[in-house]
């Protein structure tokens, strides 16, 4: 198969390849140990290794390398299981490419040449492949098999792929398969008699990344809480660790990240989701993300071609994208050329004549009189056929007409949307002189707030003014000349040029405008006529939590700028940011949101300030503003990566880099306009605009960098936040046309004359030049890496809090504590895994807090307990745990939190006697023990007690002196402490003596307790019958109690229930009829004064338990207990259609 050239040194290669065939330019290569010549020692160790590895995973023993004549770096560009398939390649290579490459003269040419040609080859492989595997699915549902066999999950657990691999065990390769599911990373291995299985669910994954170690080159490490775990021997190593992350992002955000994530409903559903599925959506994101497009967009083909572009005056190769709303274009040299074009702006979509010089071209023709051609589409009549739906779905959902009697002149061509206001102005640059802009303003009666702001700065500036005001003009100049060649609207060519023009700053004039193309804002425009001023009509007047946010920092948002010191500017800024929370209540207002809008008020209307506003929170920062600021936490983490690969040194110096993001948090939030002059600042908002979040990136690090000598020389974090916040506020914009407007964000310094000034235009060129060369791609590969980390680390925060609650009032040690707790979360996870979303057993909610953002219903509970309890009572325990749900839902809202769930089985491991008993008290009488009770409806249809001896008190006028006293003691105890609990009935009494019968069971001691039991029980049954007798006479006084104790079962009547001729209550199932029950009470004080009698019950709930070893065997059974659950649902269900099949 052919490989992706990637560079190697042969020095390298340990002399593990011995040279079978070589040319000019290719060698071919045999693996030591494979074919002849492996008899010497290391052929044999070499041999020996493969040898035990999988044949789909080892190394493949022949290769083929690229070599340039002079050049020491070689490229693997083939390899092959066999000599007759590597020989395939060899022969491919002499026939096509051997004679060809003699005519390049340049060695570089050739090296990309063939490189280019390979990754072809392989694009084409990679297509068949996939088109093989649709066509032969037996192999996977091979696999499948094996999958369930194996790891025995429910049906739900949908495999998604799998691989051969080794998974190291120290220094141990064990071979075997790795299987990636929606939910689980699980790996199987049978190796010399020893079987090993690893399951790890997704929602575990703290870090995911690619690592070496001295026997392999590339390695996937797997790292959770406890655990790191290495995965290699892979055939594509890049493949596997991509699909890895688009798992682990994907289930991470759908089960803690609910915040964020509503915005892919396809992959809501588990068990939709496709190997295709996740490779498709990777090349959403980065689509999306590089051409900073709506996250509801759909890319739908992905199409290698040529654009001409007038300006070079030929063909760029690159990919045209097609989406919903846009059809896109980047070249493939990055940079080179990048074009948007909205659909909406599209007029028609056309096939020319196919010829050798223009192969498949195609013209689209935009409403500015520009067209752009495109050659070398594949499938061509299928792709224009799908872009025409789409264009005629496009315009019949937003309809636009633009204005042709005008000139033809592109600076007089203006767009509007049907319904829009005829000010409004599109896809066109309002070219005028500052002077000019000053008469219109006096013609209009309502000037907009930005306009007039500029007019001030203009009349108040200093001497120094028309030096600046003669800079502006020179930039306006030149972005004059360039729109003439490279378009003026959002279709515009994107260029290194218009990177170089932005860096400079965009003139005062174009800078709203501009912000409205780059950022494609206008599109949202145009396609929402009315829409702010209806928000605005809707909103205002309207008091809640968020406006109350509002109102509080409206007059904290450039307080010390003229436009927001009268109420002109900060009724718009309230307007803008309440019409914001309205629009989208998800996010509502975040603070820094109205910094950032003061800004965009500066230079745009107020419609246009919105949409700008809405370009950046929703799809140009994600998840920034929202309730954890997770999109913003993890480019902090990012950030940190690329301090510690661009600036090792001083990532060294600091110990801990996240120190840094205190200091550099609001540099991403504000985009500087917090710490840095405003006139500084909104040059890197110009930038933002046009290059996204990789300006902030780079920005920062030259900050860094520019100050990396004094930050290494800092005792604390203190000193290095005093020595970026002095050097951030000395950075000045000598091109500003309006004079300095202070900054109240920054902090000031006394030294302010004498501290070295730094030009805003020298910084932003040198983050270009030195920090300028991270792609999209690989920004939004490590955002998504550190996705995972950012989220792991909310989940541990949260974890601690809940621990640092629960810890003081329990007496489990922490590690059990913490042990409880996984058990806790992973019993709500399973259940996200496998089951439909119940009403009462809602996801993870990170709003809420930390003691409860995980709750399980009654199901899970019954789980839990079944586990972890104690009290295990055969059958009886799932009635049992049951019971305790209710007992434990004091706010009826059918969940419970693990500060209920823990303390009640603390009452359970550590509780004394009387708290063990009366609970079990209290899970026997309402609200726990209810009238629908599974177990309360049917008498005891076998003996509580044996019947065959009689029951021995020893002296009985001691024994009712003793009880008597206890109880007294009892109650005044009780007095002191609470309110009286309700009295027990006799129904309930018979279900609590159930109870502890069942828990007896199994017991080493279990005569001894049944017999104790039997005394104590064959009491409280006769003091029941007492007390009831002394309630129907009307005897309540102390002399009736005192009968209640001379009452006691003598050792003639051996028997609980005696027979209604003898006296003695029958044991059948009418034992206890509904109107015999009548008033029939026991307390709590009499059956633990009772219980206190016996020694051997004393015993049993005093004796010490140990939960450890539940815990252990809890993670062992927790899965296989859930799976066994889920079967026995499944079985009836699937009964019940065989019956339906059959009638």
């Not at 409205?516 to 001023?533: K, V």
Request: hydrophobic share 40%; net charge negative.
């Amino acid at each position: 198969m052919w490989l992706k050239p990637e560079e190697v040194l042969l020095k390298n290669a340990l002399k593990l390849w011995v040279t079978q065939k070589s040319s000019c330019y290719f060698i071919l290569q045999r693996r030591r140990g494979h074919g002849e010549g492996g008899g010497r020692l290391t052929g044999r160790l070499v041999g020996a290794l493969d040898a035990v590895l999988d044949s789909s995973a080892r190394v493949a023993p022949f290769r083929i390398l690229l070599q340039v004549p002079g050049y020491q770096v070689y490229s693997p560009i083939a390899c092959g299981a066999t000599l007759e398939e590597i020989n395939q390649h060899w022969d491919w290579l002499e026939q096509n490419l051997l004679h060809t490459l003699s005519v390049f003269d340049n060695k570089e040419d050739i090296a990309s040449f063939v490189k280019g040609k390979v990754k072809a080859l392989i694009a084409e492989e990679t297509s068949s492949r996939l088109a093989k595997q649709e066509e032969e699915p037996e192999k996977f549902r091979e696999a499948l098999v094996k999958f369930e066999a194996r790891f025995n999950f429910p049906e739900a657990e949908k495999l998604i792929t799998y691989y051969s691999c080794c998974c190291w065990k120290g220094r141990v390769p064990r071979q075997g398969w790795l299987y990636l599911s929606i939910n689980h990373l699980c790996f199987y291995s049978f190796f010399l008699g020893k079987e090993l299985k690893l399951v790890v669910p997704w929602v575990d994954i703290q870090k995911l990344e690619k690592t070496s170690n001295v026997f392999l080159t590339a390695t996937i490490r797997i790292t959770t809480h406890r655990k790191e775990r290495d995965f290699s021997m892979f055939l594509n190593l890049e493949e596997v660790f991509m699909l890895m992350e688009q798992l682990a992002d994907v289930t991470l955000r759908r089960l803690l990240d609910n915040e964020g994530f509503d915005l892919d409903p396809e992959l809501q559903e588990p068990s939709r989701i496709t190997k295709r599925d996740l490779e498709a959506r990777a090349q959403n994101e980065f689509f999306r993300a590089f051409f900073r497009l709506p996250r509801q967009e759909k890319l739908h083909a992905v199409v290698d071609c040529s654009l001409w572009t007038p300006f070079s005056r030929c063909h760029t190769v690159g990919r045209l994208f097609a989406s919903d709303s846009y059809i896109c274009f980047a070249s493939k040299e990055d940079g080179s050329c990048n074009v948007i074009l909205p659909l909406r702006e599209v007029v028609s979509i056309e096939k020319m004549e196919d010829t050798s010089v223009l192969p498949n071209p195609i013209i689209i023709s935009i409403r500015s009189k520009m067209a752009f051609q495109f050659i070398r589409l594949k499938d061509r009549d299928d792709l224009v056929q799908t872009l025409l739906i789409r264009l005629k779905q496009v315009h019949a959902d937003h309809p636009v007409h633009y204005d042709t009697s005008q000139d033809d002149d592109m600076t007089s061509h203006v767009f509007h949307s049907t319904s829009m206001c005829s000010d409004h102005k599109f896809g066109d640059l309002e070219m005028v002189s500052s002077q000019n802009r000053e008469g219109s303003e006096e013609e209009t009666s309502l000037p907009p707030p930005f306009e007039a702001l500029r007019a001030v700065l203009q009349r108040s500036g200093s001497q120094s003014l028309d030096l600046r005001m003669n800079r502006e003009q020179i930039k306006l100049s030149l972005w004059n000349d360039h729109f003439v060649e490279y378009g003026r609207t959002v279709c515009m060519f994107r260029t290194e040029k218009v990177r170089k023009l932005v860096a400079m700053g965009i003139p005062e004039s174009l800078r709203g405008t501009l912000w409205l193309l780059f950022s494609d804002a206008i599109t949202d425009l145009a396609s929402h006529p009315g829409y702010y001023a209806n928000l605005v009509e809707e909103s205002m007047g309207k008091c809640c939590l968020v406006t109350e946010e509002i109102e509080r920092d409206l007059h904290r948002s450039l307080p010390e700028h003229p436009a927001f010191q009268n109420e002109t500017g900060i009724a718009a800024l309230r307007r803008v940011l309440t019409a914001y929370a309205h629009h989208n209540p998800k996010i509502g207002y975040c603070q820094s949101m109205n910094i950032l809008t003061s800004v965009l008020l500066l230079y745009a209307k107020e419609e246009e300030a919105f949409w700008l506003l809405v370009a950046v929170c929703e799809r140009m920062l994600p998840d920034y503003f929202n309730h954890r600021v997770i999109g913003a936490q993890v480019d902090q983490s990012v950030f940190e990566e690329l301090i510690k690969e661009h600036l090792p040194e001083l990532a060294e110096h600091l110990k801990d880099p996240s120190a840094l993001a205190s200091i550099s948090l609001s540099w991403f939030l504000t985009l500087f306009l917090s710490i840095m002059p405003l006139e500084s600042a909104v040059n890197i908002v110009d930038c933002f605009f046009y290059d996204g979040i990789k300006t902030i990136f780079q920005l920062g690090l030259a900050v860094l960098d520019a100050n990396a000598e004094d930050l290494r020389s800092s005792e604390d974090d203190g000193q290095a936040l005093m020595v970026l916040s002095r050097f951030l506020d000395h950075i000045k914009n000598e091109d500003s046309p309006g004079p300095p407007v202070g900054n109240h964000h920054a902090c000031s310094s006394d030294d302010r004359g004498t501290y070295p000034v730094t030009d805003i235009a020298d910084l932003i060129r040198d983050s270009y030049e030195k920090f300028g060369a991270q792609s999209v791609e690989q920004i939004e590969h490590m955002r998504c890496r550190h996705r995972v980390r950012v989220l792991q680390g909310h989940e541990d925060t949260t974890k601690q809090n809940v621990l640092r609650i629960v810890t003081p009032e329990v007496s489990f040690l922490l590690e059990d504590l913490e042990e409880i707790y996984d058990l806790f979360k992973r019993e709500h996870m399973m259940s996200c895994y496998w089951e439909q979303p119940r009403p009462l057993a809602p996801r993870h909610d990170p709003s809420r807090p930390y003691a409860e953002q995980y709750r399980i219903d009654a199901q899970q509970f019954t789980h839990l307990f079944q586990l972890v309890s104690p009290w295990t009572c055969g059958v009886h325990t799932k009635i049992l745990a049951e019971r305790t749900f209710r007992l434990l839902d004091d706010n009826m809202d059918h969940l419970i939190e693990f500060k209920a769930f823990v303390s009640c089985l603390d009452i359970m491991y550590h509780g004394e006697m009387n708290e063990k008993i009366k609970l079990l008290y209290r899970l026997h009488i309402p609200p726990a023990f209810t009238e629908n009770d599974q177990d309360s409806q049917s008498p005891l249809k076998n003996p509580l007690l044996s019947t065959s001896r009689p029951l021995v008190f020893g002296d009985a006028t001691d024994y009712q002196k003793q009880l008597k006293q206890m109880i007294k003691d009892l109650a005044k105890e009780k007095n002191k402490t609470e309110a009286e609990l309700p009295q027990m009935s006799q129904r309930e009494f018979i279900q609590f003596c159930k109870t502890l019968f069942s828990m007896f069971h199994e017991d080493p001691e279990e005569n001894n307790l049944y017999q104790a039991i039997a005394t104590v029980t064959t009491l409280l049954l006769q003091i029941g019958e007492v007390g009831q007798q002394s309630s129907s006479s009307g005897s309540c006084s102390q002399e009736g109690e005192g009968e209640l104790l001379a009452s006691a079962p003598s050792p003639e009547q051996d028997s609980v229930f005696v027979d209604n001729d003898t006296g003695i209550i029958s044991q059948d199932s009418q034992a206890f009829p509904e109107e015999a029950e009548g008033d029939w009470t026991v307390s709590l004080e009499h059956i633990l004064a009772s219980l206190l009698t016996e020694q051997s019950l004393v015993n049993f709930f005093e004796k010490p338990l140990d939960i450890k070893s539940r815990l252990e065997n809890a993670k062992i059974n927790q899965y296989s207990l859930k799976t066994f659950e889920m079967s026995s649902q499944s079985q009836p269900e699937l009964r019940q259609k065989s019956n339906l099949l059959k009638s």
